[in-house]
């Protein structure tokens, strides 16, 4: 009989963890797209504060930390730099280049490095 609920025993604290894998596994897959999209709407707002910041002082900004606060007083964008992607790390502002005819906004993604495929893939947002 002991052996008999010791095989139960384990044959639900095996069932047990092979559940919270499973959910673990879901759980993390499942904020990945979640993490994206806040990303993606986070740097079309900065681009939005930068667009907004050219049609006020007529120049681009040279710095992120620009579209907190113009010349003019303007508050264009809240909370201030540095802004931070869904995986929590800094995202990149390069301004504007008349070489290259836009600046972006960049995230890199899950990962947090140049290039990647899938969620590791970079988000960027150009301007104008």
Known sequence: MRKLIERIAFTLLGGLLTLFALFAFVWFQARTPAKIAFTTA??????????????MT?????SATELVKNPLGVVF???PPPFRDGW???????????????????SYGRDGKPGGAGADSDIEVRFP
Request: no cysteine; proline share 10%.
């Open 42 to 55: 986070h740097l079309v707002t900065e681009k939005m504060a930068t667009t907004n910041f050219f049609t």
């Open 58 to 62: 007529g120049r681009w900004p040279t």
């Open 77 to 79: 964008i809240y909370p």
């Open 88 to 106: 929590g790390r800094p995202t990149v502002y390069e301004a504007f280049s008349p070489t290259a005819g836009y600046g972006r906004v960049i």
